[in-house]
């Protein structure tokens, strides 16, 4: 906390927080790069650039609101991989487009219900729940349901192309569904009664339950809306690329996304922060991912420098929030 006096007048307190330090951070780092880094700054950089972000945020929102709850969910690109390249095979085979975005969609809340189920009612704590979720899904996904590593978006689906080619008044198509995405969340935690439970959930769990709040059911709901989520954000990416490669579960996408909640301010003890946080912390990486792809640093040095920017951010996240006892006891994040 700083105070500031003006002469004449009473003292001003104002509170400096995580999100307006990673935010100070972003506006930083993005006028550094545009300087020293040929191509940054251009139009097709930046373009891609909001694309990108917009892909990571999308799945960042879901993140989020597993962990505001108290929870975490690793299974969260599995999901996404799978459901929509499986919805892209069928449309490839002929079946209708209604009939697989259906079939997919029912195959999302199905994962999401069954994250939730055995979290809330067989009581395993989610990060082991939703780590063996993402393996199952993919091994399954690429066992009975897909037999190729990426699936193509076929020729005629004008409907799907449009989340990740279009434009409205010269914004990105996948930027609008970002904001969409987020101002949808935030209406939910700020003004749906399910929404505030949410908070009470991930601030103290039994206080909740006392208080009258359904726990396990809305335990359910969060995994539900975070599958729907990572559901979206597979229909933006493989718009963007016409295309949706599997292999992408096994790449460090998960962590990428851990990274922006956390670093944004997103309390992994649950019931702290919120989707400005998702923002201000998207901004940050995507900037970051984008600099070190523009200046050629090895995949394995970027994942050592996310490794030790996620690190941090999550000494920092025990420091300002630390973990109440019931949590340590439980082993959850």
Known sequence: METVTAPGASKVSVK???EWIVFALAVVIFALFS???RGFATVDNMLALVRNVSILGILSVGMALSILGRGIDLSIVATMAVSVAWMILMLGEGVAPPTAFALALAFVVLVGAANGFLVAYVEIPAVFTTLAMGGLVYGLGRFAMISVDIVNLP???DWLRGFGSGTLAGIPAPVIVFAVVCVVAYLFLSYAKAGRFVYA????PAAARI???PVRPLIVLQYVIAALIAFCAGLVMTANVDSMNTRIVNSTLVYDVILVVVLGGIGLGGGKGGIR??????LLIGILLNGMTIMNIPFLMQNIIK???LLAAIVADTLLNPRDEQTSQQGDI
């Open 155 to 157: 020729p005629g689906q």
């Open 35 to 37: 300087l020293i880094l």
């Open 277 to 282: 946080n998702v923002v201000v912390g998207t």
């Open 211 to 213: 208080s009258g709040v």
């Open 307 to 309: 490794g030790i920017i």
């Open 201 to 204: 959930l991930g601030d103290n």
């Open 16 to 18: 400096i927080t995580q």
